[in-house]
Nanobody, 122 residues
Framework: QVQLVESGGGLVQAGDSLRLSCAAS????????MGWFRQAPGKEREFVVA???????TYADSVKGRFAISRDNARNTVYLQMNSLKPEDTAVYYC????????????????WGQGTQVTVSS
């Protein structure tokens, strides 16, 4: 199947930007719905954004206007551009893949990366 590896996290100040990458191996991502989720300490995984193969997408209200998902099929990579970061964005960010239709529930996704830490200081 497909394996996913996230990268690009780090420690930044509020208002800064980061771009996370999700590189895939084993399968092309072009036919997958891709999602980004995040999990803060002591909390459940939270939906961030998802995108279909055709470009349809949906964002969590908390990140609308600040985050943007994109996919580069030539590099078999999905990106999450995060702007105007806030301390409440601090979490481990995971990319995930699923077959079928767009979904916002973590349980609907079939493959997960290992996560990358994003820490935003005030």
């Amino acid at each position: 199947q497909v394996q996913l590896v996230e990268s690009g996290g780090g420690l930044v100040q509020a208002g800064d930007s980061l771009r996370l990458s999700c590189a895939a191996s084993g399968r092309t991502l072009s036919s997958f719905v891709m999602g980004w989720f995040r999990q803060a300490p002591g909390k459940e995984r939270e939906f961030v954004v998802a995108i279909t193969w055709s470009g349809s997408n949906t964002y969590a209200d908390s990140v609308k206007g600040r985050f943007a998902i994109s996919r580069d099929n030539a590099r078999n990579t999905v990106y999450l551009q995060m702007n105007s970061l806030k301390p409440e964005d601090t979490a481990v960010y995971y990319c995930a893949a699923k077959y079928g239709r767009l979904a916002v529930s973590a349980g609907d996704y079939d493959v997960w990366g290992q996560g990358t830490q994003v820490t935003v200081s005030s």
